[in-house]
């Protein structure tokens, strides 16, 4: 256990549908990570918080993906009019001197 | 800008040694090793900062080149809890420190009794 908790773990849903991911980081770590893997792939940056304040977004988040950091605590991540393509585990991480990953969040669009 | 990992896949018997490369086409500023099992998220092993680090714990250590291009992971008498894919995950010098990481492709390694 990293300490980095997510929810729900696993999400199946139907092409067109919003969802929602949340991440509770590590409390002293200020910098939080999405990251997004696929199968047989390495995660991929797609977005980091300092804070409150997003500093960086990954040209893969489309529009049709946001994400929120209120008060500098928990992350959500929000997928909105999801695609197949979408599926993926994705991934949040904090920062000490290591990045620490939470569990993930499996999502399955049907 | 990923770095490549080689080899792709490792096979090995309990015991005996692998050794896993990370390499860039430019200087980074860390590199984070991770192992994955299937279906859980990536667990840190060690982070290097320094050229010509050499670090690592128990039977797993890792070392970083003095142009800090390139690192290996060195896994030695392994074990069957080893198994798994393991991920550099590195950080561009000059990204402002940001923490963001690009990993590689991952290297899967599975170790047989």
């Known amino acids: 256990d990293t300490g980095v908790s997510q929810d729900p773990r696993h999400k199946i849903t139907k092409r067109g549908q919003n969802v929602t991911f949340r991440c509770d980081p590590i409390s002293e770590h200020n910098r939080l990570y999405w990251y997004r893997q696929t199968l047989g792939q390495g995660p991929e940056f797609l977005t980091y918080?300092?804070?409150?304040?997003?500093?960086?977004k990954s040209r893969l988040l489309s529009d049709r993906f946001s994400a929120e950091r209120p008060k500098g605590s928990f992350s959500t991540l929000e997928i909105q009019r999801t695609e197949q393509g979408d599926s993926a585990m994705y991934l949040c991480a904090t920062l000490g001197v290591e990045q620490f990953f939470g569990p993930g969040t499996r999502l399955t669009v049907l | 800008q990923q770095p490549v990992q080689s080899p792709q896949a490792v096979i090995l018997r309990e015991g005996e040694d692998a050794v896993i490369n990370c390499s860039s086409s430019k200087a980074l500023y860390s590199v984070h090793w991770y192992r994955q099992k299937h279906g859980e998220a990536p667990v840190f092993l060690m982070i290097?900062?320094?050229?010509?680090e050499q670090k690592g714990h128990e039977k797993i250590s890792a070392s970083f080149n003095e142009k800090k291009q390139q690192s290996s992971l060195y896994l030695t008498a392994s074990q069957l809890s080893y198994s798994g894919t393991y991920f550099c995950?590195?950080?561009?010098?000059?990204?402002?420190?940001?923490?963001?990481?690009?990993f590689g492709q991952g290297t899967t390694l599975q170790v047989k009794p």
């Open positions: 995950g590195t950080e561009m010098t000059g990204s402002g420190n940001t923490g963001k990481l690009i």
């Open positions: 290097l900062l320094k050229g010509g």
């Open positions: 918080f300092q804070n409150e304040a997003q500093l960086e």
